[in-house]
């Protein structure tokens, strides 16, 4: 007997009672026998594929009966991050014409296009962005979640989509996930009841035939089965060890609610549950989802997840397909997938009895979302309705949400209620930035890259509080630097994590690694000058900000609350009377900790000992004064330092407010951002994603020698690291040499102001490297400080430059402590 088996033993999970309606049930399992029976082998194999939309055209679909699409985090019509909504309509016109054709005898199914509106439609330039989880979690409001889904489902409508993947149920125990802010809470109830709530909103009430998938409803996914949130050292896509009942009492739960609810689609998790690949794992896929608790909807994989399955490959996994996973994301290697999938129904290595299975299953779906009867993209009800994009009342519906989403972990003295006829001062990295607001999965994947202009009719936090003071004649003043000439009576400073998705947010421990050095300096600055200071901190996780919390005397944690940033001024301000508008309601949905290294940090586990415990929250009415927090974060002087160093790009992503571009004598500047290759102007330089261990987590690049080419990164705004130069920081590159520069190649490094530029020239020692494979390459930046570079001004702080041929590949771009290679400059 299979050991599995006995470990998940299938006796103590539940039979579900999911209350579908039953009225013309009978009439669609009637309509999916008849259309098996006509369907060719091809047309089946077909349909359980999902390639991304940017790699198949409609031909293709058409070709090879393709069922379904998605965009990934980067994937928009025309690549695009602005497309339009006629744009996305008319993609999903043509592939849904591709796969309603009925030449040469095809048999039509209409497509379903499934995308990531994981907080709104998030992936849609002009949408309403709502807050990520983690704040909808500290919100706690079932009939907000609700309106959140019904209206994320209607912005999704909008442009002709059939299908989120989201919500996420995932139950994160460790912090130190990268996908922290994707789980509502580490409490296992609130995930349950929320998530449910999101899937009613998304997709209708399932016990009413006539409002389960109505007119401007969406199919949803619950995602990631399972366990993805519990795996070892919060280690994304790492190894889950739970037993059975942690599995059913906590990383369940979201499973069964959103089942209950009448999710319609399961995604597996990249993760491994005590070592076994999720991807593979027939027991708890057929055996336990599928069979113990009735699931009858579609198992969708992720991206690329049935390749990690030891001997399965991107275009060949027969086990997958026999664990029971039923529509296959292959994003690109889809035509070796189909070819390799045919071949295995015909050995009888997949039987046809599972293809009847996972096609039935599809199609069950699509009739019950009335697909078949809903007619070309842009013709349905809601398509095509721009007022109903980023209105006025999703809007508000999201800055309720924000305001909901706050919770306060001090406010000493009463500090808040800011009274807005104060003189206000406000500042910090998050202050003006609607990207740190928004955080990752958000017009693209990782959210970098990005400008304030990329998010039509999105508030700041400052435009927010501007509004707020403006409207009773004061004047709050912003500032960049922090710096002032009249003297205010409150400081707000706004400064926390900047955005990344999946793996790339992955940490090793608790501690901010953005922005903090300059937040406390602020605050403590403000704070010796007699100031009031007030901190907001956007994060996508408890993280360990004790200083910041001693400096402060108003300390608001505010998550990655979206585009309506006007919610926080709603409840930060009094009105002039100094009456309160709205108070805190907001409770922690994830323990705080007390330091950066902190285990068993979830209620309920052995030597509980948060900072702030699950559910704390004060507020106006119910304050207190907090002591002096330790400033002992539990990690070595040196792993702080290395903590401090400044990141600008890292497994294969610019990070923060930095941006990769490329140039060449025709044109200096062309943006790689959100682009899988890109070459610059005249061709001179290339630059192509690549994976190095994980999907592009590399760039390489590829100088031609035609001419003078180089890669830069630009930092805004310019940024001080005179304290990295003090302490003897180098700039360090990991990467590797496949070809060095056949000429001379120069490191540069500019400040703002004159436009100068400081260069070391790295010929040399790119020859030795070549063919090392990786290393880190690292040059102190003391070799750069001539006296004239401006380092408490640098905009530019890499650029590699030559005019010959050469081939490079860099994963991480950073000044911190030298590691590898030290270059010696004489
Ligand atoms: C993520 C999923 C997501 C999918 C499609 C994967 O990398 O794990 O959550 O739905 O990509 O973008
Ligand atoms: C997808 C992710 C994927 C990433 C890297 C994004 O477009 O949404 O699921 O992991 O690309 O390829």
Redesign the pocket.
């Known amino acids: 007997m299979n050991p599995n088996i006995k470990s998940f033993s299938i006796d103590k999970w539940p039979e579900l009672t999911i209350p579908l309606y039953s009225d013309g049930l009978e009439n669609i399992e009637n309509r999916v026998i008849r259309l098996l029976e006509v369907m060719t082998l091809e047309e089946k194999v077909g349909q359980i594929i999902q390639p991304?939309i940017l790699n198949i055209t409609s031909d293709e679909i058409r070709q090879y009966h393709i069922g379904s699409v998605?965009?990934?985090?980067?994937?928009r019509p025309n690549r695009d991050i602005h497309a339009s909504v006629d744009d996305w309509l008319e993609w999903a016109d043509s592939f849904y014409e591709a796969s309603v054709d009925t030449s040469a005898g095809r048999t039509a199914i209409p497509i379903i296009w499934g995308i990531?509106a994981i907080h709104g439609n998030s992936a849609l330039y002009g949408a309403t962005i709502f807050p990520h989880n983690i704040g909808l979690g500290a919100a706690n409001n079932l009939e907000l979640m609700k309106e959140i889904g019904r209206i994320t489902a209607l912005e999704t409508s909008v442009i002709g989509l059939d299908w989120t993947f989201a919500p996420t149920v995932a139950v994160a125990r460790d912090s130190r996930w990268g996908r922290t802010y994707e789980s509502l809470s580490e409490d296992s109830a609130i995930v349950a009841l929320l998530s449910k709530a999101a899937v009613t909103g998304l997709q209708g009430d399932i016990t009413d035939k006539n409002t389960f998938f109505s007119k401007g409803r969406i199919i949803a996914t619950a995602k990631h089965f399972i366990a993805d949130g519990a795996t070892e050292s919060g280690i994304d896509q790492g190894d889950a060890k739970v037993d059975v009942d942690e599995l059913i009492n906590v990383h369940a739960q979201g499973f069964f609610s959103t089942l209950i609810a009448g999710v319609q689609t399961v995604m597996v998790s990249y993760s491994k549950l005590n070592g076994i690949r999720m991807h593979g794992h027939k027991e708890l896929i057929t055996d336990v989802l599928k069979d113990k608790l009735g699931f009858d909807g579609i198992v969708v994989s992720?991206?690329?997840g049935h390749a990690m399955i030891p001997g399965c490959s991107k275009m060949d996994c027969p086990q997958a397909i026999n664990a029971g996973i039923d529509l296959f994301?292959v994003?690109k290697d889809w035509k070796g997938f189909y070819t390799s999938t045919i071949e295995h129904v015909r050995s009888g290595r997949v039987t046809q009895q599972r293809l009847n299975d996972a096609v039935g299953r599809i199609l069950r779906v699509k009739m019950r979302a009335g697909l078949f009867e809903a007619g070309r993209p842009s013709s349905r009800p809601i398509a095509g309705k721009v007022d109903l994009l980023g209105s006025k009342d999703n809007r508000g519906v999201a800055r309720q949400a924000v305001r909901e989403s706050l919770v306060l972990l001090k406010n000493n003295n009463s500090t808040l209620p800011l009274n807005p006829k104060q003189n206000i001062l406000i500042t910090g990295a998050g202050a003006d930035d609607i990207v740190m607001q928004v955080g990752g999965w958000s017009l693209?994947?990782q959210g970098t890259g990005l400008n304030n202009t990329d998010f039509k009719g999105a508030t700041s936090i400052y435009s927010g509080i501007k509004n707020v003071v403006n409207s009773v004649g004061g004047h709050p003043i912003y500032s960049e630097d922090g710096s002032y000439t009249i003297k205010p009576n409150v400081a707000v400073v706004i400064f926390g994590e900047t955005p990344y998705?999946?793996f790339q947010g992955d940490r090793e421990n608790l501690m901010l690694w953005s922005n903090y050095e300059n937040s406390l300096k602020a605050l403590k600055r403000y704070k010796k000058e007699g100031i009031k200071t007030v901190s907001i901190f956007l994060s996508g996780r408890p993280l360990w900000v004790s200083q910041h919390i001693n400096a402060s005397d108003s300390f608001v944690v505010a998550w990655l609350p979206g585009s309506e940033g006007q919610g926080i001024a709603d409840v930060i301000f009094s009105n002039e009377s100094g009456d309160i508008n709205f108070d805190f309601t907001g409770k922690l949905s994830f323990s705080w900790p007390r330091i950066a290294v902190q285990d068993g940090l979830n209620k309920g586990e052995a030597g509980y000992k948060p900072l702030f415990e699950l559910g704390y929250g004060l507020s106006y009415k119910n304050n207190k004064n907090l002591e002096q927090l330790s400033e002992d974060s539990g990690l070595s002087v040196e792993a702080h330092r290395d903590l401090l160093a400044s990141v600008f790009f890292k497994e294969g992503q610019s990070v923060s407010s930095s941006r990769l571009y490329i140039g060449d004598n025709t044109d200096m500047r062309t943006k790689t951002e959100g682009m899988?290759f890109v070459s610059s102007a005249s061709n001179a330089i290339s630059v192509n994603?690549i994976d190095r261990y994980?999907?592009?987590d590399a760039k390489e690049l590829i100088w031609n020698g035609a001419e003078n080419a180089f890669i830069f990164i630009r930092n805004y705004p310019p940024q001080d690291f005179s304290n990295q130069v003090e302490r003897g920081d180098s700039i360090v590159i990991e990467l590797n040499v496949i070809q060095p520069p056949t000429g001379k190649m120069n490191l540069k490094i500019s400040s703002t102001g004159k436009g100068v530029t400081a260069s070391v020239d790295i010929t040399d020692v790119l020859r030795k490297l070549a063919g090392e494979g990786w290393t880190k390459l690292s040059i102190p930046l003391q070799y750069f400080n001539d006296g004239k570079l401006d380092f408490t001004k640098i905009n530019m702080p890499m650029r590699l430059q030559t005019s010959k041929a050469a081939h490079i590949i860099i994963y991480d771009v950073r000044y911190g402590v030298a590691e590898g290679i030290t270059v010696k400059c004489n």
Request: aromatic letters at 10%; charged letters at 30%; a negative charge.
């Open positions: 991304e998605l965009n990934g985090g980067n994937g990531d992720d991206f690329n994301m994003p693209n994947w998705a999946e899988r994603s994980r999907q592009e």
